[in-house]
Structure formats: C-alpha cells, structure tokens
C-alpha cells in the first residue's frame, strides 16, 4: 500500500475523511439565484467551522448538491469548486476534490488548488441514472501527466452510486484490475446510493482481491452504528451523510453528530 496514499496519511494510518458538500452550482436545477456563489462558500464554511475542530485526517469537497448529476462538468461548476476549495481548504491536514461525474474536472481543481487526492468512477462500463456511463482511465491519468500534478492521488470507485456494472466481473476482479491496470491509488466501495451502506462482504472481497496493490475504503453509509465495524475490515472511511442533521446528505453539518460518529470510530 506504499505510494501516494501513504504520503497523504501517513503508513498504519485508518483515514477518516469528512466531506463538505456544496449547495447546487450556477446552472443546475436547484440553484439557489437569491444566495448566489456566496451562498454556497458560506454554506461550505459553515460545514468546515464544524468538521475543523475534529480530528478527521482530511476533508473533500464534492459538488453533492447537483442533483441530477452529469457525466460533464460546466465551466461555471468547475469555476466555483476551484473558488470555495481556494478560498477554504484546511492548512492542517489534507484536503481532496470530487466533482460528480467528471474525473478532469476534479483533477483540475485539485491541481489548480492543492488537493492531495480526487474520489471519482475511472473504470468499468455502467447503467445509471446519467445514462450509460464509460469513463476512462487512460485518459484521466494522462490528464494528470498533463498537469505535471502526478502527486495529486486517484481513489477509484468501483462499485458507484446510482448505478449497476455492466458485465459479469465480481467486485474482487473489478478491485484487482483498478488496482493493477489502472494503477489506483486507493480503491472505493460503495452502497447502492449517497448514504447507503456497501456490503461489508464486498469490502472484504475487494480487500482480498487486492491484497497490499492498494488500500480499500468504506466510501458510502458509514455511520455511528457501523463505523467500528466498518474500520475492523476497511482501510479507512469516507462520511458525509451521518454527520448532517437528521443523517439527511444535503443537510448542514451537526456537531453532536459528529460527536457521535467520532466516538463509535474511537476518535473521541
């Protein structure tokens, strides 16, 4: 597991990372005109003047307010991800970028800001509620050559939200091929949507399957009910739902649940 997520955390280390959703940017159908781009830093802030004073190894802002999401990034998106990560990302830990659904334009962001990691879909071929999904790894990766932003490190989802694989591949097979031939530098297993669990089985068998090729994270449905179980089989977490108000994905962050979340990771 040596490589770039060791640098970023550090060798031993069980990331938990916290996410800072963004409210819905310019130009999708929830965006709110009367509060405009401010409104969304200030929402993100909010977020981060909770998750800050807590011992999280990093935070990664992702555009979760975009409901429906796309498979192509706006400019005006791309734009205004760049601004709240500039303007607000830690200087005490790591951050990370995840843009939905498109792998450049997190990459993008991350270099232009100083993100040490991107979360997206790089492999397989899907159906999903964006339609038939088919990203490209060669591509991304090339991309970051492109950049010259080779330190800037790729979690790669195998199993995404809001779609199903097409083809017979079990999760440990799609896990190994990330891992080898798309040189993942940490593989993600999901639930079947934001907020829900993944199969702990699947967490194992993907675990399994790559053995010390890549570390293997929770990346859905981790709350304080599953967390510690979550952490005797993952390399780490990635939360958002269960520290928002009333475990709602696109509801402010809430610290008493951020406590409690905390508490059951043994983060106290």
Not at 38 to 58: E, H, N, S, T, Y
Not at 80 to 100: E, K
Not at 142 to 169: C, D, H, K, W
Request: with cysteine; aromatic share 8%; charged share 20%.
């Amino acid at each position: 597991m040596a490589g770039r997520f060791e640098e970023i955390f550090g060798a031993g280390t069980k990331p938990l990372i916290a996410m800072a959703h963004l409210g819905p940017l310019p130009g999708t159908p929830l965006y709110d005109e009367a509060l405009g781009v401010q409104g969304i830093v200030d929402g993100v802030a909010r977020d981060l003047d909770v998750l800050l004073r807590f011992p999280f190894d990093a935070v990664m802002f992702c555009n979760e307010g975009d409901r429906p999401y796309s498979l192509r990034a706006g400019f005006e998106g791309v734009a205004v991800m760049a601004r709240v990560a500039a303007d607000l990302a830690p200087r005490d830990r790591p951050f990370g970028v995840d843009f939905l659904w498109d792998g450049r334009a997190a990459l993008a962001v991350a270099a232009a800001t100083g993100a040490a990691f991107i979360r997206e879909v790089v492999t397989g071929a899907y159906e999903s509620d964006m339609g038939v999904w088919a990203p490209d790894a060669g591509e991304l990766l090339r991309y970051r050559r492109t950049l010259s932003a080779q330190q800037i490190a790729v979690f790669m989802n195998v199993t995404p939200e809001f779609a199903s694989t097409i083809g017979t591949r079990s999760v440990g097979q799609l896990a190994r091929s990330a891992a080898v031939s798309s040189l993942a530098d940490a593989i993600l297993v999901s639930g079947p949507m934001a907020g829900a669990a993944p199969d702990p089985a699947a967490i194992r068998e993907a675990k399994q399957a790559t053995g010390d090729l890549a570390p293997v994270l929770a990346n859905t449905g981790a709350k304080a009910g599953n967390v510690a179980s979550f952490l005797e089989v993952a390399d780490g977490i990635i939360v958002g739902s269960d520290l928002k108000e009333g475990g709602g994905t696109w509801n402010p962050v809430d610290p008493e649940r951020v406590k409690r979340f905390l508490e059951a990771a043994g983060r106290a």
